[in-house]
């Protein structure tokens, strides 16, 4: 099993992290592991969930990253309160499995286009590190997957693959 110590270190080891901690919260009655990070640079929370996923694998990675300026603090450990309300106010997407096939295949087909180990069905488009050039990619293979045409406003519009699963549906 990985420790949250194990966890924040990945993550610091990280060219664009400063400062990385971990916490263990409440969040619809479970315990979830959330990585806190100071960037020094422009880095998404998904992008670096998807980081320590490489590094650690699916199941030792945190369940979400959450971006901050400068970590909250209280009795000299990082503020599990703070990032609780974080989680609760949507500042941090936790990963979610795909709930069905049409969000399976989505996220699997986004995975692939975009090269990163895995994608949660509230992962934001653009967050994960989407282009235009992934965003076409993304369109051609749903298109050929789903014998249905999409065009780039809907697929941006709908900006996560639990969105885009309903427009297909």
Do not use: K
């Amino acid at each position: 099993m990985v420790t949250p110590a194990e966890i924040a270190e990945v993550l610091a080891a990280h060219p664009g992290v400063g400062r990385a901690e971990v916490a263990v919260v409440r969040h619809d009655g479970r315990d979830v592991t959330v990585a806190v990070v100071e960037p020094t640079e422009y880095l998404s929370g998904p992008l670096l969930r998807n980081h320590a996923r490489r590094e650690l694998g699916d199941d030792g990675a945190p369940a979400g990253v959450l971006i901050v300026d400068r970590i909250p603090t209280a009795g000299g450990a990082v503020d599990a309160d703070a990032v609780a309300a974080a989680v609760a106010d949507g500042r941090c997407t936790l990963f979610e499995d795909p709930r069905d096939d049409v969000e399976r295949r989505v996220a699997e087909i986004w995975a692939a286009q975009m090269d990163v180990r895995s994608v949660g069905a509230n992962d934001d488009f653009l967050e994960l590190g989407g282009d235009s050039l992934s965003a076409l990619g993304i369109i051609a293979a749903i298109e050929a997957e789903f014998d249905r045409s999409l065009d780039v406003y809907e697929f941006m519009s709908a900006a996560s693959v639990r969105r885009l699963a309903e427009i297909l549906r």
